[in-house]
């Protein structure tokens, strides 16, 4: 095996090894350690023949062998073909936001070594390292092995300012390959990425280099920069600190022609998305921003051609840069960054984007990425204002959960369109926490994260409740056939009947339902102790009662309420985050040759006698006045409201949060395209919420 059994040296900057040292006793302790890996595409792990035999993975796993009793986690934000201006830009997004414990960032083969990306590298250093998760941070070069090229003379000055370890292949494997004793062709096939030998060997010098950390664990280290009142000055103009990357769903813009890509996005890696397309000459989009620095991030095609665009700062058209969507390489499409203002007047600047040739015969749209903006909050605060711009939080799009149920149908995916598993389909779960069916975030900055995970890391976008869970799920259910009779406990009776649940309130929005559909709520047993005789007895004809139903019909359920969905019948269900049901009756039907389980005094326990008379049990709604919040309840536990839109509608997102599900039509909501069985989140502080269209929304919120 190529370079084993010797120990590669490449520690080129000690550092301080204070925050490693808590970091590492902090996993020996068993509790969890998040490890974080920014860079470019050795990071991403190009070139290895399978994600698990990256270097950054091979070093998150010495973490967990060595650490057996805690729970390590991974987060690779490789992205290939990117520098480190752009990780200024987006180390927030991609790897502070999970709170890591651990970073390690490599970017010498991204940057070139110049003063330039010195200040870059600076900007991406302080910002990980002051971040308020204060991470342990670790920095590494790669280099060429074809030439020995990187930037770690400008790296090394930033490691050595702020006292940060760093490690080098320049150091450890570059003079092994000028002596002879390492094959440059056995480490990478281009020169460059490393193949699975060389990502081994890049591996084993960081470890080498933890493993030494490991050993000194326990010897006092004094404390680092940022621990005490300690902060080193910069040692570059340090412009990029605070760069913000703009995009199509946090900026705003004029555009003639530029088009707003609302496609989803798959991960980090997927990246050309959240941007503008323009395909005829003539074509403009205009930002206004604020800061001193900015570049324009966008697509350099190798299917050729595309259109060439020019960005112009504050209408200066002869210091205009060219945008030339066309790559004269092979080997895919790259995510250009130019800049086209360095160190410019503090302040307010415009920036116009124009493009200025297209083909007959282009493959492909001209495709801007991005903004990145920055400027040095140290000596103004001009950033203030773009920073709340950066805090703007975003729509929360779920994916809903499918239940299989005996009673369920297939109308989820025939007036839904949603990809059920099956025609007896009974549940969609659109927005629910609940561990039996955790709905993920589609798209944004927290994609790939379950609604759990984001109530648990994320409490600022619910408005901090305090609450131990997320409190309210969604649902659509398609009742093919009638469920059986139940009822719900309230808190009181759960909490000492039930281990401490809580009981359980819910609400039904008839969505679609056959002309003489009628549903089961409230019974007509007159007294406590009539109830108890129809139950026991069996006395169902006289016990159920059925109340006729129609499309736009809103019914809350209390507790106590006894209830039952009859076949043929769409509804949409807001209710409490909780799951106790007393089932009342069955009408005989087996289940696999036996009857289901009916929960007899349990439900004589909880039924309210006598139940609410029938024409305040059910609530018109299907004819409220349009373009306003109709509140539909307002109880203890939820607020539920019935939105027509059929002009602009602007409300304020005032709640800690507010579930907003699209029933009928379609529309947008802040321009981003909404239709019919969607379901979103506008977290705490959203603000302005633009909807237009033509479609019906229920909305729902805890206060
Ligand atoms: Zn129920």
């Given at each position: ?5 010797r ?13 490693l040292?808590?970091?590492?006793k ?22 290895s ?14 973490w967990?062998?060595?650490f ?17 201006q ?9 790897i ?20 330039f ?34 930037a770690?003379?400008?790296h090394?000055?930033?490691?050595q300012?702020?006292?940060?370890p ?15 004793r ?18 081994r060997?890049v ?9 030494q ?9 004094t ?43 798959n991960?980090?890696?997927d990246?050309?998305k ?5 395909s005829r ?6 930002f ?7 570049a ?39 995510l250009?960054?130019?800049?086209i203002?360095?160190h ?17 015969n ?9 903004l ?8 103004n ?12 939080k ?14 369920g149908?297939?109308?989820l ?8 598993p ?30 759990s995970?984001?109530w ?7 408005g ?7 409190p309210?799920?969604?649902k ?10 139940q ?16 009981g359980k ?8 339902c056959?002309?003489d ?17 129809m ?10 009662r ?22 043929g ?10 799951d ?29 006698v006598?139940?609410l008379?029938p024409?305040d ?5 299907a ?29 304020e ?10 029933v009928?039509?379609e ?11 969607e379901?979103?989140i506008?977290?705490d ?11 019906q ?7």
């Amino acid at each position: 095996m190529v370079g084993c059994g010797r120990d590669y040296q490449g520690m080129i900057n000690r550092g301080n090894w204070h925050r490693l040292k808590e970091c590492m006793k902090k996993a020996r302790r068993g509790e969890k350690i998040i490890t974080g890996f920014l860079g470019g595409s050795i990071t991403q792990g190009s070139l290895s023949s399978g994600p698990e035999l990256c270097y950054a993975y091979l070093v998150f796993q010495w973490w967990r062998e060595k650490f057996p009793l805690a729970e390590i986690e991974f987060i690779n934000g490789g992205i290939g073909g990117t520098t480190s201006q752009f990780g200024a830009a987006r180390v927030k997004g991609h790897i502070l936001k999970y709170k890591p414990d651990f970073v390690l960032i490599e970017f010498a083969v991204n940057d070139e070594n110049t003063e330039f990306f010195q200040e870059t590298y600076e900007g991406l250093v302080r910002k990980t390292y002051m971040d308020k998760c204060k991470p342990a941070l670790m920095l590494m070069n790669n280099v060429r092995y074809d030439n020995g090229i990187n930037a770690e003379q400008q790296h090394l000055k930033v490691a050595q300012a702020y006292e940060l370890p760093m490690v080098s292949m320049k150091s450890a494997i570059w003079p092994e390959i000028m002596w002879g004793r390492l094959k440059e062709a056995e480490l990478s096939p281009d020169g460059l990425h490393p193949n699975d030998a060389g990502h081994r060997l890049v591996a084993q010098v960081i470890i080498s280099f933890l493993e030494q950390v490991y050993a000194e664990m326990d010897k006092e280290e004094t404390l680092a920069f940022g621990e005490g009142d300690r902060l080193p000055a910069p040692i570059t103009a340090n412009a990029y600190e605070n760069a913000i990357r703009y995009q199509n769903f946090n900026s705003e813009s004029k555009a003639e022609g530029f088009l707003e890509d609302l496609s989803s996005q798959n991960g980090i890696t997927d990246i050309f998305k959240r941007g503008w397309t323009a395909s005829r000459k003539g074509d403009k989009i205009r930002f206004e921003v604020e800061g001193t620095e900015i570049a324009v991030q966008y697509r350099k095609s190798v299917n050729k051609p595309v259109p060439v665009a020019r960005a112009v700062v504050d209408g200066r058209e002869d210091q205009g840069v060219i945008l030339d969507g066309n790559f004269e390489e092979d080997w895919g499409d790259s995510l250009h960054i130019d800049t086209i203002a360095r160190h410019a007047q503090e302040g307010k600047h415009t920036v116009e984007i124009e493009i200025v040739e297209s083909h007959e015969n282009d493959v492909a749209p001209f495709y801007l990425v991005s903004l990145i903006v920055s400027g040095n909050e140290n000596k103004n605060n001009i950033l203030k204002n773009m920073e709340d711009k950066d805090k703007m939080k975003p729509i929360l799009f779920l994916n809903p959960v499918f239940k299989e149920t005996i009673w369920g149908g297939s109308k989820l995916r025939e007036q839904y369109g949603y990809d059920i598993p099956s025609d007896t389909t009974g549940e969609c779960w659109a927005v629910s926490a609940h561990p039996n069916g955790d709905c993920v975030v589609k798209e944004g900055e927290y994609q790939g994260m379950t609604l759990s995970e984001l109530w648990e890391k994320n409490p600022e976008l619910f408005g901090s409740c305090g609450l131990d869970r997320f409190p309210l799920l969604t649902k659509i259910i398609d009742a093919r056939e009638n469920l059986s009779i139940q009822v719900h406990p309230n808190d009181a009776y759960a909490g000492e009947h039930e281990n401490g649940s809580l009981g359980k309130t819910e609400c039904w929005y008839i969505l679609d339902c056959p002309e003489d559909a009628a549903l089961i709520i409230g019974h007509n047993a007159g007294t406590e102790k009539e109830l108890e005789e129809m139950i026991r007895q069996g006395k169902w004809t006289e016990f159920i009662r059925e109340i006729p139903v129609k499309k736009g019909d809103f019914i809350q359920i209390d507790p106590g309420t006894v209830h039952a969905i009859k076949g043929g019948i769409m509804l949409l269900e807001t209710q409490q985050n909780s799951d106790i049901t007393y089932r009342v009756y069955d009408y005989d039907r087996l289940s696999d040759g036996k009857p289901r389980q009916l929960h007899i005094q349990q439900s004589i326990d909880v039924i309210t006698v006598p139940a609410l008379s029938p024409e305040d049990s059910v609530k018109e709604a299907a004819n409220l006045p349009a373009n306003v919040m109709n509140e539909l309840i307002s109880c203890d536990y939820y607020k539920v409201w019935k939105l027509d839109v059929t002009e602009p509608v602007s409300i304020e997102q005032t709640h800690p949060f507010l579930i907003m599900s699209v029933v009928e039509g379609e529309g947008c909501v802040n321009g981003r395209k909404i239709e019919k069985g969607e379901h979103f989140i506008l977290p705490d502080g959203f603000g302005k919420v633009e909807l237009e269209g033509n479609m019906q929304l229920i909305a729902s919120s805890i206060k």
